[in-house]
């Protein structure tokens, strides 16, 4: 963690290899991500054998943080993916942070509004 930089818990992210195909479809990251039905921020990933992602995403859990500048946030570390945008408004990069992928988040957009948009596939992840 940097000192100039905020970092707040956004949500866990848990890799699965159980051969399921449940949650919104990614073709670009292959990649299916569903919402745990729980009370807190937990999402299920399940990767497709053409997955181009990084091997830490697709085996290790990850926690992401949104922080208030990603380009600091990232400067001198191990960037394993991005920074993009996944989501409209929303910019990401992933670290890997000794063997632990770490995702950083920018954006201006409430949970509300970047929930609602994963779901319902909205953003270039999700396009063709």
Do not use: C
């Not at 053409?50 to 995403?57: I, T």
């Amino acid at each position: 963690m940097k000192p100039d930089v905020t970092y707040t818990f956004h949500h866990f992210g848990i890799p699965l290899q159980d051969g399921l195909s449940e949650g919104t479809h990614s073709e670009k990251a292959g990649m299916y991500t569903a919402d745990n039905p729980g009370k807190f921020r937990v999402q299920w990933h399940r990767f497709t054998d053409e997955s181009p992602l990084h091997p830490l995403l697709k085996t290790v859990p990850h926690v992401a943080f949104k922080v208030d500048n990603l380009s600091k946030a990232i400067e001198g570390e191990d960037v394993i993916l991005g920074p993009y945008e996944p989501i409209d408004d929303f910019f990401v990069a992933v670290i890997n942070d000794n063997g632990v992928p770490i995702e950083l988040i920018e954006t201006t957009l409430t949970d509300e509004e970047i929930w609602g948009r994963a779901r319902s596939g909205q953003g270039n992840l999700y396009r063709k």
